[in-house]
């Protein structure tokens, strides 16, 4: 069905949904979580992902309370934004011509960073109304609104033109979604020789079945975590051909570390994500591949 478009957004082009995806977006619309809240208030780049590389323990030895919790929550935000531009960097060579989509775009931060970083266009889809609008108005606060725009549609049948694309990626977003369903909308998307880079969790296969861990980390978000080998093998069937393997669980932690000791941005899943990581059963993996 198609809606109206409102202030933000380009046009509304959601296919029939499940009964889960459904769930998924009154989810996302609802929410207001201030560990995504707050870290983007620092400097308006909001990313709906965790973050990697080395924290900046002082942090934890400031003696003025209001400083610590700022100075945490700063350098949260960093580690968070170092993943975004991990992954943009991943993308390129990219030139200001090209057209970039990111898929499970959240309020916008990757789309930003991305554009930031080659000067490129990106269309920016979710599937919660409520992010697509204000990730539309940040956009037009930047004043790049004609070059970043962001749609309320569904990543896995988006609307949007065949074969346009130079990159496209997915981060922290692939756990909601059928993999196959996914990577046959981003091969299409993409030019011959386009792009594709994929960061995300999930479960260590090599061990069996999914972790309670990892169980619970669903339960959590409401999502279906996969397996390390499905990514791989989804797409082989869907033209997308791997070129980079690079496993970020050891970079990952100090964040969740570092998260755990926020008193006012814990949400009670931070322990489970580290013991999850430390016993090999889930593993955080960024995935490069071409399409053919």
């Known amino acids: 069905m198609t809606l109206t478009p409102d202030a933000f957004t380009a046009t509304v082009s959601l296919p029939t949904q499940s009964t889960y995806q459904n769930r998924v977006a009154d989810y ?7 560990v995504n809240l707050e870290l983007g208030r620092i400097d308006d780049l909001y990313h709906h992902h965790y973050g990697v590389g080395d924290a900046d323990w002082s942090v934890l030895d400031e003696p003025d309370r ?54 490129c266009h990106a269309d920016g889809v979710t599937i919660s109304a409520k992010q697509a609008e ?6 037009r606060r930047r004043g790049i609104d004609d070059k ?62 999914a972790s309670r861990e990892v169980s619970l980390i669903n339960a959590h978000y409401i999502c279906d975590i996969h397996p390390r080998s499905a990514y791989f093998r989804a797409m082989a069937r869907n033209r997308l051909v791997p070129f980079h393997v690079e496993d970020l669980t050891a ?42």
């Not at 609307?159 to 369903?181: C, F, Q, R």
Request: negative net charge.
């Open 66 to 119: 209001g400083l610590r919790k700022e100075r945490i929550t700063a350098e949260l935000h960093r580690l968070e934004h170092a993943q975004a531009e991990l992954l943009a960097a991943r993308l390129g060579p990219l030139t200001p011509s090209d057209r970039v989509f990111d898929a499970g775009c959240g309020r916008g931060g990757g789309s930003v960073t991305a554009h930031l970083r080659y000067g």
């Open 251 to 292: 970079t990952a932690i100090p964040y969740w570390e570092l998260r755990r000791e926020a008193d006012h941005l814990v949400t009670g899943i931070e322990d489970t994500f580290l013991t999850a990581y430390r016993n090999g059963s889930f593993q955080y993996l960024l995935i490069a591949a071409d399409r053919v």
């Open 28 to 34: 996302w619309n609802a929410e207001a979580n201030p």
């Open 148 to 209: 970043v725009r962001y749609h309320h549609r569904n990543m896995l049948d988006t609307g949007l033109e065949t074969g346009a694309y130079t990159a496209s990626w997915n981060n922290e977003s692939t756990m909601y979604v059928e993999l196959d369903l996914l990577f046959a909308e981003h091969a299409r998307l993409l030019r011959r020789g386009g792009r594709y880079v994929v960061i995300t969790g999930c479960y260590n296969d090599t061990y069996g079945q």
């Open 134 to 139: 204000f990730a539309g108005e940040q956009a």
